[in-house]
């Protein structure tokens, strides 16, 4: 993976390109001094009951900020150029990544491990990192769509060639995918040649979209092509090496169906989604809505909370069950 592919993947970048096939976005620039307070440790929000006493590049994201909001109608889904801080969601109200105040903007993006990770290491597992400082750091206000997560896909292209999709959260199957298979990959393929093919100025890329119905599909994002992004239903292996992709390997073969689409000269997409016996899965966020310390200890932590609960009686004297159990459900994506 190149740092000009990661680059490329930027909302900034194609967001211009796109626009008629995603969310309505606006951008805000974050200033030097925005991002030393994003970098800083302590989870201090300003008092924005006192905008004129507070320093001037806070007056000024406050204004911007709210003026992105109320563009679109007070309520916002936000992230910085490559991630969202899906991960802080729980501090909010509804839970839901909902932002409908400069507070709520400040709280994900100040909680945020995503956000942080894109302040300070996107390059990492880049072959030739570049320097942070050559990146132009924005604040993403887009606008907020009910999306249900059934509708939503991850579509894998290399060689400008798409290659497989598959379901884009894991945690769940829905009957649905097993019956309309062939509608998705069809209405998927034919967005994908009609929109993105010659237009998106990557080779090798991944692409989120969520699907409506047959006719309307919409772009969520671009991803990098490598281990930066999550392969969900496909390992990284087969995505850069394999031509079988329908061949599956053991582990995946156990939990998910698969759907083979020639599409003519362009060879075939491979469409994986879960099987319904499929074990439900704890959503990938799961994890970061309960402290770490209940995750590391969980019976030290029931002590000194001074919590009478199972995990103290229980069998699993180590509590390394548990310990197994929140590993599993840490995915990142
Ligand atoms: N405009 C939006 N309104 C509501 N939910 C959204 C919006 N954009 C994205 N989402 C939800 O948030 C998830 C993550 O969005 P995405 O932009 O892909 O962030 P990331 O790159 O950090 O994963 C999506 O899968 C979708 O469920
Ligand atoms: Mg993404």
């Not at 390109?17 to 307070?37: A, H």
């Not at 103290?312 to 069950?321: A, F, H, L, R």
Request: hydrophobic content about 35%.
């Amino acid at each position: 993976m190149k740092s000009e592919d990661v680059l490329m993947c930027s909302i900034s970048k194609w967001y211009k390109q796109f626009k008629k096939n995603t969310f309505q976005t606006y951008f805000v620039k974050l200033c030097p001094d925005f991002i030393d307070y994003l970098n800083e440790d302590c989870v201090l929000i300003p008092d924005f009951e006192e905008v004129p006493s507070l320093p001037l590049f806070h007056q000024q994201m406050y204004l911007e900020i709210k003026e992105g909001l109320r563009k679109l109608c007070n309520v916002s889904f936000i992230k910085l150029n490559w991630s969202a801080p899906t991960d802080a969601r729980w501090l909010l109200l509804n839970q839901n990544m909902q932002c409908t105040s400069v507070e709520d903007v400040y709280l994900l993006l100040k909680s945020s491990d995503r956000t942080a990770h894109d302040l300070s290491q996107p390059f990492k597992d880049c072959l030739s990192p570049i320097s942070i400082s050559d990146v132009e750091y924005v604040l993403a206000l887009r606008k907020w769509e009910d999306i249900c997560s059934s509708w939503e896909f991850r579509c894998f292209v290399r060689d400008r060639h798409l290659v497989g999709i598959s379901q884009r959260d894991i945690s769940a199957s829905w009957p649905y995918l097993r019956q309309e298979e062939e509608t998705i990959v069809s209405s998927i393929v034919s967005f994908f040649k009609e929109k993105i093919q010659n237009f998106f100025p990557l080779t090798n890329f991944v692409f989120d979209v969520v699907r409506y119905n047959k006719e309307k599909i919409k772009i969520v994002d671009f991803n990098p092509f490598g281990i930066t992004t999550d392969g969900l239903l496909f390992t990284w292996e087969e995505l850069s090496e394999s031509e079988n992709l329908d061949v599956m390997p053991q582990d995946i073969s156990v939990v998910a169906n698969y759907f083979c689409w020639t599409n003519g000269e362009d060879g075939s997409v491979v469409f994986r989604y879960l099987k319904d016996s499929a074990r439900i899965q704890s959503t990938s966020h799961r994890l970061n809505c309960y402290p770490i310390d209940m995750v590391l200890n969980p019976k030290d932590f029931a002590k000194s909370a001074n919590i009478s609960t199972e995990l103290k009686d229980s069998d699993d004297e180590d509590g390394e069950g548990e310990r197994d159990h929140f590993k599993n459900s840490d995915v990142c994506s």
